[in-house]
């Protein structure tokens, strides 16, 4: 029997993705004109308070802007069909949305740590009421977005939302800190609270990056069980085994399988189509989406180097 090959999409887990996905570009186009808008109020109320360390900060949520709209079109862009160059879509744009705002993050989070250390050992005076009137701005634009996102399905959807958190805690830190700076005068609360935010969101960060990797090196997403799929597959009577079997993921989402499935003896077509549609049905249970099934009969020589 000559070479067989099948390209099945199974959609056991397909819906419910394209459901939670359908209003991810919504929540980042929101957050980004938030972000935006909010930058601009913020740049005003720093040169109106005099307060550098607000200029500062209207600075580095202008980067936060900048990333929100690149997140926001590689969001828009990955829901495009394949093309002849890119045949499975671009799917994977969104994690390069997603890469790049958690360089900003980084970068951002090493600016404020360059900010903030030294002004824990030599405390600045600051503006206690201008503060506590933006922070308080702050906490309900930045509230708003972060709602709209908190819900994410997708890892760049988690960065925005990442970035929205980073926001609301960082004015609720300067909310708190004017509040105590005002009363006591202890001007050293804020760099000390900048600090440990900062440490927070680059863990949160670390632990993003962490969930890109897997994907971008084709690694087998941790919820798929690759040796009980082998097992389950080789276990189907007329099965004499699997090899050259291959799983990834494009977003984190849409999984995808190739395999060569040998058999004991070779099939006719009913057969042949019959025991696809039963590996259709395993393949759909453990949550992929896209397979292609190379059948091989008896004797037949598998041409990959990695067909072992």
């Known amino acids: 029997m000559a070479h067989n090959h099948e390209h099945g999409h199974t959609h056991g ?6 459901h939670a996905h359908s209003h991810g570009g919504g929540n980042i186009g929101t957050a980004f004109f938030l972000n935006l808008a909010f930058t601009v109020i913020e740049l005003i109320g720093g040169l109106f308070t005099n307060s550098v360390a607000i200029i500062s900060d209207a600075v580095h949520d ?7 709209g690149l997140a926001w079109y590689f969001h828009r862009l990955s829901k495009k069909g394949s093309t002849p160059q890119y045949t499975y879509g671009y799917k994977r744009f969104a994690l390069l ?3 790049i705002n958690s360089i900003v993050l980084v970068l951002g989070s090493a ?9 824990v050992f030599a405390p600045q005076e600051t503006n206690a009421d201008g503060m506590l009137i933006l922070a308080i701005i702050g906490m309900i634009v930045n509230g708003i977005a972060a709602l709209r996102t908190r819900k994410a399905s997708s890892i760049n959807e988690r960065v925005v939302s990442l970035h929205l958190l980073e926001d609301v805690l960082g004015w609720a830190a300067v909310f ?5 700076m005002r009363f006591t005068g202890l001007t050293i609360i804020d760099p000390i609270l900048s600090v440990v935010i900062a440490g927070f969101v680059l863990f949160n960060v670390i632990k993003n990056i962490r969930a890109i990797l897997p994907i971008l090196l084709q690694g087998v997403p941790g919820e798929i069980d690759r040796e009980r799929i082998i097992g389950e597959i080789a276990g189907i009577e007329g099965v004499s085994g699997v090899h050259d079997l291959h799983i990834w993921s494009l977003d984190e989402a849409y999984n995808v399988l190739t395999a060569h ?5 070779a099939l006719p077509p009913e057969d042949a189509a019959a025991l696809k549609a039963q590996i259709r049905g395993i393949l759909g249970d453990e949550s992929i989406q896209h397979a292609t099934i190379e059948l091989e009969a008896p004797g037949e020589d598998c041409m990959f180097m990695d067909c072992v």
Do not use: M, N, Q, T
């Not at 887990?13 to 394209?18: C, D, L, S, Y």
């Not at 600016?111 to 002004?119: F, G, M, T």
């Open 62 to 68: 202008f980067g936060d802007s900048l990333s929100l």
């Open 13 to 18: 887990h397909a819906h419910a993705h394209g």
């Open 176 to 180: 708190i800190g004017s509040i105590i």
């Open 111 to 119: 600016y404020i740590l360059a900010e903030a250390v030294p002004r």
């Open 97 to 99: 949305g997603a890469i």
């Open 261 to 265: 499935v040998a058999l004991s003896k």
